[in-house]
């Protein structure tokens, strides 16, 4: 077995040894560009950012206004346009593409901002969660007195119940939080926080067990015999090689992530109700859902599509940080 | 090993203890109140008498010892006492009598056992008549995803990008981002409502006793089997094709490969094996949770087993309720991690916990 | 079919049941099934003040009297109700007698008698007890049983409503044997009792899984010949209203649902599964937002955050705006009622100005004229003429240099978070900005003193919830006006009187009202307290709210009742074939 994250392009293929040397990221970007599946899913991943983020400043409807007066009977619950083609009586109209809800909010405003919402905070949370199980995983399975506490905090983790949990931070943190980052940006740090804290335990037991194979292999007794510090090992042999968990935890972490803000902001610990988010406008609609399928159909979607492109990424990244595969 | 077993099942008391006491500060800091969900007609002074009935005017330590006192000692003796009088056994054993009850005793001598604040009904009685129900249904998504989710995640990683990779990874993915509170109503509107196939609503008090009865017994269940499943399967069978790609790049399988052994025994001995540790790692994070229920998709079909007695008893801020399912909960972890470790140095004998 | 149910419902509400109106065997019709999204958790009233608790058992132990669904007081298990006129309430209305109705018998065989009765007043009144229906026996100093089947009770003071002990779904009455052992804090450990009464109603449990199923059989005791038309209930709970509205008028799984909190058109498009349909019934249930008297700044000290502090009947520490005739009324004036309506209630709801809505008497009709109409325009000149006006051009309106900002706050509901964002807008076009936020219904219900975010503490502006009272009489209902009735630190945040209204004419003229005896005289006042409080900006009243619940169409001789508990008169329900 040879170590696996080193630059070992000349070994591999042997006719590359006489190009001058590339740097380790220039192979990296090579290899996920061949990969099909990565390059579509981040293409994706990057177009709903774009539509999400920058769509809103060319569109014209706000997603929070409600119309009044004689308006609100005319542009509540429009169907959107493409209803037309099989009932051409429908309430539509290409002002409000994809319709509007029960109080004529325009969906596709409320899907661009629910967007902007979802993805900060799933990507962040998701990132915070996966931060702390790889690094409680890999202290836990190489550093052998670690173990036990880290992994009894663990279970301890696993423990708790989440309601009480969030109702005791909600009350303790709020206050300060808005305090200090405003009435959005608090909640967004407390949300992100509690989500990445309440989520971190599974990774962190995956990595901890292959750590724990890992550190018994070859390659790792290699290097600490030959005097490599603790620190490298962890991060040039070990840290690569659990990789392909990390990226399945991060792809099943996002979508958690988005579904548990949802549920967060729905019993109150959230956003204000009339911040529209992915996982609440599902949440919301699902009590009409034969009447208006279009209103489960949009924000159940951009969930599933933003998860599967994130797995392709994930997919890609694997494989080109993967030398085993890299070279082929 | 069995050292190591010895050395976690001791430290595992202390460990215990700690989380019972951390889950009752927890829930005793949460803001709540048990008598919140009574309608709003009834005035604060009798709210106020409601709650001295309950036992929340003693101090926090009293209420957490006594807490300790009825499920470490009196909860056992009650069950000591129906494994001798009334479980299948109990022929063999001779008859005992260790819990006094207080209903018309002297509440001096007699026992309290966990009482939740809603039901003013043992605690533990309750959870073994939701047991049942849990098992069947989640118990049986487990095995049906574990099921499913292991030769799946196999065949994935074995050809992977093929068109079975591919839709594997679309309705896998696809199946964990749709929430149980959507998918479940989904298939009630399809299934029940259209096509009228299977009842919406589970039926807790229904027997078992012929091929009818079974019959209908697995009726009402497909459907939250079907949605707790697909979750199971999709989580498992990522984890599955993950770990499996790892391995099927290794060296040994090419050893394996070039010593002449068929294709089978190198990928379902030689590379299964030596993936199965992160898929260990999930289903053993998974089984508590089979006991715990799932607590949307309970409530959806009404299957009303331990994850609907939990999140109502949270609601309800039943602190007794809570503490004792969550401790039970909290038991079942430390011992299915344990489980897990173990099982790692079995698939991999090189990993040494002395 | 009309006839055979008018026959019926003549038959329920006299109490006669001569075998005549018997249409055949006691249990023909064989099961049926009800559903209540909110599962009952024990079946003894008097250990939880539950509505679904109160309901379910409501079906196996009665009351002396109850209500019908018009609010009228109706004999059950007694021969009349008293009345001064008949000489069974005394002229200075400090005792009342029942008479037993003879040859009522528990369903365990026993003869019922008026020790029961008696019995039930000394279970509930026990101090260790935490008797949740404390209340109905409010002034009972004690109950005489000269005889099996008197029942004389006897009130510290006159009580011009005599009709709170053993009236009404609340407070039904339990036999004395069974729950003998079980006074004060023995209740809790009687089980067996709590989860299956002995009773004299129609059924009798069988099997009773807390939070989960009930299953009854009818009472072969039953004082009724042929009665009831069912065998055995299935009484299921849990879920949610949606799929509880579902079982009954799609899929036809279940009979009755109970109180289905949906908007209309989730209702109508279930009825389209035509297997079932809603009915609804009017209580005073009133949806309504509370204005703050007292300042909520985030940046006051705890001792003076929404705290009350009353000096000879003036509020020391008033709100910067909301106690401005101008502000309120415009706030008033903006809203569009009969649009609430339509979004959030539907046939379950009515558009109304006043606190004390129903019954008819008590309703007043002072803002009638300008309820119904929503008036942006109106509101925008009141709150010009006022002075009241944007000085710095950022759209809102100032009070002496304070933006009229507004954090508005509610239980999470889906209909309420529509009214918020409707509401919201339409503030927002007379120049009022306004904060949304929802929390958690068993937190903000909740009377937690360290939470700061109950509808005690109201750590808001506004905030908007329902609420009503049992039985017919609102005076005390109207007693959440009075000045010392406010929640504040000293009383643990512990009080009904949530928006700190405070009025010394209030407060004397609810003193004559608990000194009035005549219905008419009372009427008045209570009508008068009403307009005072809307008047004077201690609520905005929004929606007078039904309750709203379903039957399949097999299911007969259901009548929603609202006064008192919906299952009332489940031993005349029938299967329609």
């Not at chain 1, 177009?47 to 308006?71: C, E, K, M, N, W």
């Not at chain 2, 309950?54 to 009650?78: C, M, Y």
């Not at chain 2, 009818?212 to 984890?239: E, G, H, K, N, Y």
């Not at chain 3, 008033?332 to 539907?346: F, T």
Request: include cysteine.
């Amino acid at each position: 077995m040879t170590e696996p994250a080193a630059p070992s392009a000349e070994t591999l293929a042997p006719e590359l040894a006489t190009r001058p040397p590339r740097s380790q990221w220039r192979d990296v970007w090579d290899q996920f560009k061949k990969h099909r599946g990565a390059l579509v899913g981040a293409v994706i991943f990057v177009s709903i950012f774009a539509a999400v983020f920058v769509g809103p400043l060319f569109y014209p409807h706000d997603a929070q206004y409600v119309p009044t007066g004689r308006d609100f009977i005319r542009l509540r619950d429009m169907r959107p346009v493409y209803v037309l083609l099989w009932d051409p009586g429908a309430k539509a109209d290409w002002s409000h593409p994809l319709g509007t809800d029960n109080i004529g909010r325009d969906a596709l405003a409320r899907m661009m901002m629910g967007g902007q919402v979802s993805l900060t905070v799933g990507l962040a949370a998701m990132a915070l969660s996966l931060l702390l199980g790889t690094f409680i995983g890999v202290l836990a399975g190489y550093f052998r007195r670690l173990d036990g506490p880290l992994m009894r905090l663990t279970d301890l983790f696993l423990a708790l119940p989440l309601l009480p949990l969030l109702l005791v931070a909600v009350l303790l943190f709020r206050e300060p939080l808005k305090a200090a980052f405003g009435v959005e940006g608090g909640i967004f740090v407390l949300i992100v926080t509690l989500v990445g804290i309440t989520s971190w335990m599974q990774t962190a037991r995956i990595v901890r067990g292959d750590v724990l194979a890992l550190k018994e292999r070859e390659f790792v007794l290699a290097a600490r015999s030959i005097g490599t510090p603790s620190r490298r090992i962890v991060l040039r042999h070990i840290l690569p090689n659990v990789l392909s968990p990390i990226m399945v935890s991060a792809t099943l972490g996002i979508a958690t992530a988005i579904i548990t803000e949802s549920a967060l902001s729905f019993l109150g610990f959230g956003f204000p109700p009339d911040f529209p988010t992915w996982g609440r406008l599902l949440n919301d609609s699902v009590d009409r859902m034969t009447l208006y399928p279009e209103r489960v159909l949009w924000p159940g979607l951009a969930i599933s599509i933003t998860v599967l492109a994130v797995n392709y990424i994930g997919d890609g990244l694997r494989d080109a940080l993967d030398p085993r595969i890299r070279g082929r | 090993m069995l050292n190591y077993t010895i050395r976690r099942l001791i430290l595992a008391v202390p460990t215990l203890l700690f989380i019972a006491l951390t889950i009752f500060l927890l829930l005793e800091l949460a803001p709540g109140d048990p008598v919140a969900h009574m309608p709003l007609t009834i005035p604060p002074e009798v709210r106020e008498l409601m709650r001295k009935a309950l036992g929340l005017g003693e101090p926090v330590h009293i209420r957490f010892w006594k807490w300790l006192v009825q499920f470490f000692w009196v909860e056992p003796q009650v069950f000591i006492d129906w494994l001798t009088t009334k479980s299948a056994i109990a022929g063999i054993l001779p008859d005992t009598q260790f819990y006094v009850s207080c209903a018309g005793g002297d509440l001096a001598t007699c026992d309290a056992r966990i009482l939740s604040w809603q039901f003013r009904s043992p605690v533990m009685d309750i959870v073994l008549q939701r047991l049942p129900q849990t098992l069947w249904v989640v118990g049986t998504a487990y095995l049906v995803a574990i099921v499913i989710a292991i030769p799946v995640g196999v065949y994935s990683a074995y050809r992977q990008y093929s068109w079975f990779d591919n839709a594997g990874t679309f309705i896998t993915m696809v199946g964990f981002s749709v929430p149980p509170f959507f998918s479940g109503v989904l298939v009630i509107v399809i299934f029940s409502v259209q096509l009228g196939w299977f009842p919406s609503i589970y039926d807790t008090t229904h027997r078992v006793t012929d091929w009818d009865s079974f019959v209908f017994q697995l009726r009402q269940m497909v459907m939250p089997v079907m949605v707790l499943a697909l979750q199971i399967t999709s989580q498992i069978s990522r984890f599955m094709r993950a770990s499996m790609l790892d391995n099927l790049n290794q060296d040994y399988v090419r050893t394996a490969r070039a010593k002449g052994m068929t294709e089978p025994t190198v990928v379902l001995v030689h590379v299964l094996r030596n993936s199965m540790i992160p898929v260990v790692t999930v289903i053993a994070l998974g089984i508590p949770s089979i006991f715990g229920g799932a607590i949307i998709t309970e409530q959806v079909f009404k299957v009303n087993g331990i994850g609907e007695m939990l999140i109502k008893a949270i609601e309800a801020n039943d602190i007794p309720t809570v503490q004792t399912l969550t401790f039970i909960f909290a038991v079942l972890i430390v011992v299915f991690n344990l489980i897990a470790d173990l099982l790692y140095g079995i698939l991999d004998p090189r990993i040494r916990y002395d | 079919m009309t006839v055979r149910r008018t026959l019926f419902g003549a038959a329920a509400l006299l109490a006669l049941a001569p075998m005549a109106f018997a249409a055949g065997e006691r249990g023909r019709d064989g099961e049926v099934r009800i559903i209540y999204w909110q599962a009952p958790s024990i079946l003894n009233p008097f250990l939880s003040g539950g509505t679904k608790d109160v309901e379910a058992a409501s079906m196996i132990i009665e009351p002396l009297a109850r209500y019908d669904e018009n609010g009228n007081l109706v004999p059950w298990l007694v021969e009349e109700i008293p009345t001064v006129a008949n000489g069974g309430v005394s002229a200075d209305l400090r005792q009342i007698t029942w008479k037993i109705k003879p040859g009522i018998v528990w369903s365990d065989g026993t003869p019922f008698t008026s020790a029961d009765v008696k019995f039930t007043w000394e279970y509930c009144s026990h101090p260790e007890g935490g008797c949740a229906q404390l209340t109905k026996f409010e002034g009972v100093t004690s109950v005489e049983t000269p005889d099996d089947l008197t029942v004389i009770v006897n009130f510290d003071k006159p009580m011009p409503n005599p009709y709170g002990p053993f009236v009404g779904g609340e407070s039904p009455i339990i036999q004395k044997a069974q729950f003998e052992n079980c006074v004060g804090a023995r209740a809790p450990e009687c089980t067996d009792a709590n989860f299956a009464p002995i009773g004299t109603g129609p059924f009798k449990v069988v099997e009773f899984r807390p939070n989960d199923v009930i299953r009854m059989v009818a009472n072969e005791n039953y004082r009724e010949e042929g009665k009831p038309a069912f065998a055995t209930v299935l009484f299921k709970g849990g879920g949610d209203a949606t799929a509880a509205g579902r079982a009954v008028m799609e899929t036809g799984e279940f009979d009755y649902a109970w109180n289905l909190q949906l908007a209309p058109d989730v209702i109508a498009e279930m009825e389209k599964g035509g297997k079932g349909k809603p009915i609804a019934g009017f209580g005073p249930l009133v949806e309504r937002i509370m204005l703050n008297n007292t300042n909520p700044d985030p940046s006051l000290p705890p001792e003076l955050r929404s705290v009350s502090i009353i000096e000879n009947y003036e509020q020391k520490n008033p709100h910067p705006f909301l106690r401005d005739p101008a502000v309120y009324k415009a706030m008033s004036m903006a809203i569009d009622r009969p649009l609430l309506v339509e979004i959030g209630y539907g046939q379950a709801g009515k558009v109304t100005c006043n606190w004390v809505p129903a019954p008819e008497i008590y309703n007043s009709h002072t803002f009638d004229a300008t309820c119904g109409v929503q008036d942006i325009a109106g509101a925008n000149k009141l709150l010009d003429d006022a002075g009241i006006v944007d000085t710095d051009g950022d759209g809102i309106r100032e009070k002496n240099g304070v933006p009229l900002k507004i954090l508005y706050q509610t239980s999470t509901n889906a209909v309420r978070q529509d009214f918020q964002a409707l509401i919201k807008q339409w503030w927002s076009e007379i120049g009022i900005e306004t904060e949304l936020r929802n929390i958690n219904a068993s937190v903000f219900f909740g009377g937690d003193p360290g939470s700061p975010d109950t509808f005690q503490k109201f750590y808001a502006d506004v905030q908007m919830y329902a609420n009503t009272f049992n039985g017919t009489d609102p005076q005390a209902y109207l007693a959440n006006g009075l000045c010392d009735k406010a929640p504040r630190p000293e009383t643990q945040w512990q009080g009904e009187n949530i928006s700190r209204f405070c009025m010394k004419e209030y407060d004397e003229l609810w003193k004559k009202l608990s000194e009035t005896a005549d219905i008419e005289e009372r009427a008045a006042i209570a009508r008068q307290l009403n307009d005072m409080a809307v008047e004077n900006g201690m609520m905005i009243p929004l929606v007078h709210r039904g309750r709203l619940s379903a039957h399949s169409n097999t299911l007969g001789g259901v009548k929603l009742n609202v006064w008192d508990s919906e299952l009332w008169n489940v031993a005349d329900w029938y299967r329609i074939k």
